[in-house]
């Protein structure tokens, strides 16, 4: 009995010694796989939660922000509507976290080919699921971006900066990581004064 034993254990200890190799050389690709995975497809969401819901709005820059001029005709003040720019973040909030809890692991899902380093093997062979465990609630915040587009006009952009927390299930354990994604939500060209000299 212990002859037959000995090389059963033997055995077993190596296959065992293998898989902890293995797990521990492809588990930070797969990582970083199952990261991008999701980010691009959480930028999709917010990328088309933000579409979406200006188009059933019908919101325009006016309706976010309004220009104020002076006697001159110049812009003088932007005044944010503070009220609709809370009820649009909490409308695309609302969206972005129905949709990421409606990921799936087919959506997500990584070949195992990919984690080979192969060109020829990408996307090949059986898929390793990666699911959204658990997705805490997004936040949100509108962001003023100035940029200035010749002697006399500035582009301004109304920008939202969204960040989600989501914790993904991946073969041999979970993984935590934050998804950020900023879309324009609105944006305008203002034009001042050519100036004398340049």
């Known amino acids: 009995r212990r002859g037959r034993l000995l090389p059963l254990v033997l055995g077993v200890g190596m296959a065992l010694a293998v898989i902890f190799l293995v797990d521990s050389a492809l588990r930070p690709t797969l990582t970083t796989l199952a990261r991008a995975r999701v980010e691009n497809a959480i930028t999709r969401i917010v990328n088309d939660a933000v579409n979406g819901t200006l188009s059933s709005e019908a919101i325009s820059y006016p309706d976010l922000v309004t220009v104020e001029k002076d006697s001159a005709g110049q812009v003088s003040v932007l005044a944010a509507n503070t009220a609709q720019l809370n009820t649009l973040r909490t409308e695309i909030l609302d969206e972005v ?12 899902g990584i070949p195992l080919g990919n984690l080979t380093g192969f060109a020829t093997a990408s996307d090949l062979g059986p898929v390793l699921p990666v699911r959204v465990l658990t997705a805490a609630t997004p936040t949100a915040a509108f962001e003023n971006v100035f940029t200035s587009s010749g002697i006399n006009q500035t582009l301004h952009q109304v920008m939202l900066n969204v960040q989600v927390e989501c914790t993904l299930l991946i073969p041999g354990g979970t993984v935590d990581t934050v998804v950020e994604a900023q879309v324009c939500a609105a944006e305008t060209l203002l034009v001042g004064q050519v100036p004398d000299t340049y």
Do not use: A, N
Request: charged share 25%.
């Open 97 to 108: 976290l129905t949709q990421v809890e409606q990921l799936d692991s087919q959506e997500l």
